[in-house]
């Protein structure tokens, strides 16, 4: 199914993930992460990785701690503790709207590649983004050879590099500016071409054939969600 | 020139930036944030418009999703912010000078590595999430029995660190990028006596 969705798709999911979330108030909401849930069943499965990580439960441990023993009124007891059963339901509902977030955002990130996020910004008003990052990662590899035969020269010229912080300047400095040189050759050669990043047409988005079904449909579940 | 000094931040992030976040090395946000702030502000010393270290900021986000390690999110989300607080920095330092907007942009960025984690936490979580914290602060000193001075006195401290870090990148900054210019510049000059 989630072949069928382009990133206005995804978009959406995430937007509509996010209002419930936020909008929702008390027990409400755990629609909101219901609805977060059956998004990313249906369209990012990855999402739910983002369950497993450790430091997620620990916040979420801590938020019902916290507010069981001291954050919250203490309004019963557990034996001889005082514990607060109203502080540990807000607890529990910060939890859900913690999880539904999280969900969405993974799930965002999870299918919207670089590329189209770059996409997005450049319609955003980022003119240039998308050459830029991809000048960026294409000089990646000419950027690592430089800067280890930088090094490998002050190795043998300086020996261990670490006991003498001028030479470990001297290498930033050399490795910069033979980066800056190669910039120069690239917009040069761009410019040659014609190239100009502000008249450049954005990269393409992917769009998929249920993008506005699903927009429809999120958008009339939200308010219902939201005025129900 | 943003694509270079882009590619520089995201290539720290990617590698060094992947091996410690997965190593749970301490203050690796601020280790992270000090040197990206520094690669965005010698950027900067080429670049010097208004929005170049926003730029460089986001190319290094982008090129952060390649990375290897397992979470990306939030180091994508602090390299921006990052990037706009050193843009606010320059700005409220005023641009035409030479070393306080450096500085300012310095420790404006760096010390978001110290707010980042209340910030994400109370986007998940609400509001509340900083009552919870100070009253777990609070809860931990009174077991421990630590006085309000010395916590307080810890948490200037590392308050100091974050601040003398980014007066650091700053520093290197404008060090670095002076050599840099001297250095190309004399090897244009060279060319041309080449030609």
Redesign the interface.
């Known amino acids: 199914m989630s072949d069928r969705l382009g990133t206005p798709g995804y978009l959406c999911c995430f937007v509509a993930s996010m209002t419930a979330a936020i909008l929702l108030p008390g027990w409400r909401a755990a629609l909101g992460l219901a609805l977060a849930a059956v998004l990313a069943a249906l369209f990012y499965r990855a999402a739910f990785r983002a369950l497993l990580h450790p430091g997620l439960w620990v916040f979420v441990g801590l938020l019902l701690v916290s507010m069981t023993f001291w954050v919250g009124v203490p309004d019963a007891h557990l034996g001889p503790i005082p514990v607060s059963v109203s502080g540990l339901a807000v607890g529990l509902q910060m939890s859900l709207r913690a999880l539904a977030i999280t969900l969405a955002v993974r799930g965002l990130a999870s299918r919207v590649s670089p590329g189209e996020s770059a996409g997005l910004l450049e319609r955003a008003g980022v003119k240039g983004l998308g050459f830029t990052v991809g000048v960026a990662f294409n000089l990646l590899p000419s950027m690592e050879r430089s800067l280890r035969e930088t090094m490998d020269t002050a190795r043998l010229r300086a020996g261990a590099l670490w006991r003498r912080p001028r030479v470990l300047r001297l290498v930033a400095v050399t490795a910069l500016t033979s980066a800056v040189r190669r910039a120069e050759d690239v917009a040069a050669a761009a410019e040659v071409r014609g190239f100009s990043p502000r008249r450049s047409r954005p990269l393409p988005l992917r769009r998929g054939r249920n993008d506005l079904a699903l927009a429809v449909a999120l958008a009339a579940t939200v308010a219902v969600l939201l005025l129900a | ?4 000094f ?3 931040w ?2 720290v992030e990617m590698s060094v930036g992947a091996w410690m976040h997965a190593a749970r090395v301490p203050f690796t946000g601020l280790f992270l944030a000090g040197i990206g702030i520094c690669i965005a502000l ?1 950027g900067y010393v ?1 670049v010097p418009r208004a929005g170049a270290i926003f ?1 460089i900021s ?2 290094a986000a ?2 952060k ?2 990375s290897v390690g ?4 939030n180091p994508m989300i602090a390299i921006v912010v990052e990037g706009v607080l050193a843009e606010a920095g320059l700005a409220l330092g005023g641009r035409h000078r030479e070393v306080l907007p450096f500085l300012l942009a310095g420790v404006l960025a760096v010390n978001w590595s110290l707010v980042q984690p209340f910030f994400t ?1 109370g ?4 509001q ?2 900083l ?2 914290y100070t ?2 602060l609070e ?1 931990v000193a009174r077991l421990l029995h630590l006085s309000s001075g010395m916590v307080i006195a810890l948490i200037a401290f590392i308050v100091l660190l974050h601040t003398v870090t980014g007066l650091c990148s700053g520093g290197v900054a404008i ?2 990028g002076r ?2 210019t001297r ?2 510049r004399s ?1 244009q000059a060279t060319e041309v006596l080449g030609e």
């Open positions: 020139m943003i694509a270079v882009g590619a520089l995201g290539s010698i080429f730029m986001l190319v982008l090129l999703a390649f397992g979470v990306v999110l936490q986007v998940l979580a609400g509340g999430v009552e919870i009253r777990t809860e060090v670095v050599q840099l250095r190309l090897r």
